[in-house]
């Protein structure tokens, strides 16, 4: 399928370039790297090659909410989002752009969304999971978006209407512990699902959506697990009849199908697709590669090939994203 527009896409700047040294065995580090500086060479040369005709870019992981001190997670974030415009200026037809955003300070990383949507042309913003903020302690403490202090932050992203990507990172030593003895299971196996969805369930449950309704979230990888988890989640224990506990007036399903959106980067399987679509809709699924962590050909040869219908794999594959973001603007 041509045509097909591409948002979970990865690049790095010097600056952040070493955090994503981990994620694959020593060998393949020097490809990686490559591939995460590369803007303008292979990557155009493969979506040539495999139908996308646009990308997406957004920041490595976890880059800007890894560094604990404020002003130099402003000055990164900057730093990035500018280098960004700069190669998006340089091929305006087939790169788009996602903020970084330094979210340690909340009236900052405003601000930054602000400047990049109305100056840079950007159509939202990719964040790297939960922040950390020296500020708040050792820099070992957690901040979540559901927390009191980002509700002006969730207003502006309403007023300046663009979408926010929660992307994953692994979660903090101190808070990985399930996982010792088994760090295989860090990363896409299996810590960044269960952190990103856990936080996107805290947006849900917080009253976010009822205070911003127009808000719209994206998930990578399927939606994180959570498409096969709504019931449960809405429905736990339903024989005994007790007030939620939580904040949030309506269901997360409701929540989930109105404010939410996912891609299938780095997760190309098609009974996953064909769930995702029963529990969402095919107008809340996007095409996603998740390069350079994961390969274009393997994305692209398997969504084109997929067993659904056509008129879903236009819609996954191009013109929902075109309509979320407002491309053909």
């Known amino acids: 399928m041509n045509g097909k527009v591409a948002l979970e896409e990865h690049f790095a700047i010097p600056d952040t370039l070493q955090d994503s ?3 694959v065995p020593g060998p393949y580090w020097d490809e990686l790297q490559s591939r995460l500086l590369d803007i303008q060479d292979t990557r155009l040369k493969l979506m040539d090659e495999h139908g996308i005709d646009i990308m997406i870019l957004s920041l490595n992981a976890p880059a800007v909410q890894a ?6 997670a402003i000055e990164v974030a900057r730093r990035a989002n500018d280098t960004l415009a700069e190669e998006c200026a340089r091929r305006p037809d087939r790169f788009r752009a996602f903020a970084a ?6 009236e900052a ?5 602000d400047r990049c949507v109305t100056e840079l042309g950007f159509v939202g913003a990719l964040v790297n999971g939960f922040s950390q903020d020296a500020e708040q302690g050792d820099g070992q403490d957690l901040l979540y978006y559901d927390l009191p202090q980002y509700r002006p932050f969730w207003a502006e992203v309403a007023r300046l209407d663009v979408p926010f990507y929660l992307h994953p990172r692994n979660p903090l030593p101190q808070d990985a512990r399930i996982y010792d003895g088994h760090p295989w299971l860090l990363g896409p196996t299996w810590g960044f699902a269960q952190e990103t969805a856990v ?6 449950g917080s009253g976010l959506f009822d205070e911003h309704p127009t808000l719209q979230i994206v998930l990578g990888h399927m939606g994180e697990g959570i498409p096969a988890m709504l019931w449960r989640a809405d429905h736990r224990n339903a024989w005994v009849t007790v007030p939620p506990a939580h904040p949030a007036k309506r269901r997360f399903v409701d929540y989930f199908t109105e404010n939410f959106h996912i ?3 780095g997760n190309f399987r098609t009974q996953t697709l ?3 679509v029963l529990e969402l809709g095919s107008e809340r699924i996007m095409f ?3 390069w350079p962590f994961e390969n274009i050909d393997h994305a692209a040869d398997w969504f084109d090939a997929a067993t659904i219908s056509e008129a879903d794999r236009v819609k996954i594959g191009r013109t929902n994203a075109r309509r979320l973001f407002k491309l053909d603007r």
């Open 67 to 72: 560094i604990t001190d404020r002003t130099r």
């Open 109 to 113: 990383a405003a601000q930054e969304l």
């Open 199 to 204: 936080h996107a369930l805290r947006l849900m």
């Open 274 to 276: 064909i769930d995702a």
């Open 288 to 290: 996603s590669t998740d």
């Open 21 to 23: 040294a981990g994620f």
């Open 101 to 106: 955003l330094p979210l340690q300070d909340p």
């Open 263 to 265: 891609t299938t980067s």
